[in-house]
């Protein structure tokens, strides 16, 4: 019999995640060293800086100065650079790589309903599955702490978030292959958190979308539209630069799917402008393109965002370079997403590359005050299951729950290190402070 690829037993996929308990102990996962790191914290952020919009930089060092967490979702670098110095059980699947309570929403899926899922995937790469799971866990430790919970209900948090990932995980190894790809997690719509991002997500309409960022060019009713200037956050671009991003309309249109080139082509660019976006991702490219279809009350808008390798690339020694960044997130959210933006792709403006996506369509996220009392426990235990779910469509879920085994070990050194992890960003968020003062007393 000729076999077209190889193939492991699930017996033998099972005993190999066991096996990599040898590497690094369940229990174990609560270590951090972060005097191993190979640079300073600002320093290491400093680096991210590179090839960024100068005049952005400055702003993007404000937003992270606001609170530790807010730090903590810019510094994505450090981190990366703390996880690596570590042990790691070489279990691999597709990371999301910014996993943190913020960077996971509700969208709209092709066939128009609305979903709960991982919505944010710029640094997404291939590396160790735990990576995630101890970037969510210190976020819910932070999220914790920022929306008044005490110390002891953070740590349960994390616990809740570890076991119901762990418990899922262990039932995706018993399922058919398929099944596990197109799982739907059921019980979402019972945390409060999500059902105020699904709220959200419906009234966030192209329509509602239309009236916040755009406005007629005069005050005649049947005036055209064109992008609203909001500085910095929000600003028209110049003829030539507007042309240089329509152009790169092009090669994407190329590398869609023939139905999806058919749909676009129904609509035309009316207006372009450059939108800041997050916290990560400020600094880098990211411009909208407004279009209408059927008329004015028929408006797309795409998002054209720069991207640049992931933060953690350069430690995973093992991962094949990126040949275009862009088509690197449009992947990895693919193998994680169960629904998945029927626009996404990628294109180039020069040798920069960018991802392309529907701008908020029907999108909605939590705020830190939706996690308050028993909904930051209930909202982990929804992580844990997505999270769940997108390893096991990147990955192997035999292994991984090989690995996890039963037992609280794993779930009490996660919940540890969510909070090591959260006073360490708040020392780093620290340093960061007292370096903005100096330079403001230097000037």
């Not at 680096?47 to 960024?52: E, L, Y």
């Not at 119901?164 to 190894?173: I, N």
Request: proline share 5%.
């Amino acid at each position: 019999m000729v076999r077209i690829m190889s193939w492991t037993s699930p017996q033998e996929r099972r005993k190999f995640g066991q096996t990599r308990r040898k590497q690094i102990g369940r229990q174990q996962h609560n270590m951090l060293n972060t005097k191993a790191r190979p640079a300073s914290a600002l320093e290491l952020l400093e680096r991210s800086m590179q090839g960024r919009v100068p005049s952005l930089v400055k702003l993007k060092y404000e937003l992270m100065a606001e609170s530790p967490f807010v730090y903590f979702r810019g510094a994505a670098p450090v981190m990366a650079a703390d996880l690596a110095v570590v042990p790691n059980t070489g279990i691999v699947s597709q990371l999301c790589g910014d996993a943190h309570v913020r960077n996971l929403g509700a969208y709209a899926a092709p066939d128009g309903r609305l979903v709960f899922d991982i919505n944010d995937f710029d640094e997404t790469i291939r590396g160790p599955f735990e990576w995630d799971l101890k970037r969510m866990a210190a976020s819910l430790a932070l999220a914790g702490r920022a929306s008044g919970h005490k110390e002891g209900a953070a740590r349960r948090a994390v616990e809740a978030f570890i076991a119901h990932y762990a418990a899922l995980m262990r039932e995706f190894a018993r399922m058919p292959h398929l099944e596990v790809g197109h799982y739907q997690v059921h019980r979402i719509g019972l945390a409060k958190p999500v059902h105020m991002a699904l709220l959200k997500a419906e009234r966030s309409t192209p329509q509602h979308t239309l009236e916040q960022l755009t406005e007629p060019v005069s005050t005649d009713p049947s005036a055209p539209r064109h992008f609203k200037e909001s500085r910095p956050t929000l600003t028209r671009v110049s003829a030539a630069q507007s042309a240089a991003v329509l152009a790169s309309l092009v090669p994407y249109r190329a590398m869609l799917e023939p139905q999806r080139q058919h749909l676009l082509s129904f609509y035309r660019a009316v207006n372009v402008a450059f939108k800041v976006v997050g916290t990560g991702s400020v600094g880098l490219r990211d411009y909208c393109v407004y279009l209408e279809g059927n008329g004015r009350g028929d408006p797309l808008f795409l998002q054209i965002k720069e991207e640049a390798a992931s933060a953690y690339a350069p430690y995973l020694p093992d991962a094949q370079p990126a040949r275009h960044n862009g088509q690197r997130v449009a992947d990895g959210q693919r193998a994680m997403q169960l629904q998945t933006d029927p626009f996404l792709g990628w294109t180039h403006i020069g040798a920069r590359t960018f991802l392309v996506r529907q701008l908020n369509d029907h999108k909605g996220s939590i705020e830190l005050e939706d996690l308050a009392g028993g909904a930051l426990e209930a909202y982990g235990e929804v992580c844990g299951e997505l999270l769940a779910r997108g390893h096991a469509r990147s990955g192997d879920p035999l292994v991984i729950a090989g690995y996890l085994g039963s037992g609280d070990g794993f779930a009490e050194a996660l919940g540890k290190f969510g909070s090591l992890y959260a006073d360490q960003t708040e020392r780093d968020w620290e340093e960061l402070c007292r370096s903005r003062k100096k330079t403001k007393g230097k000037a």
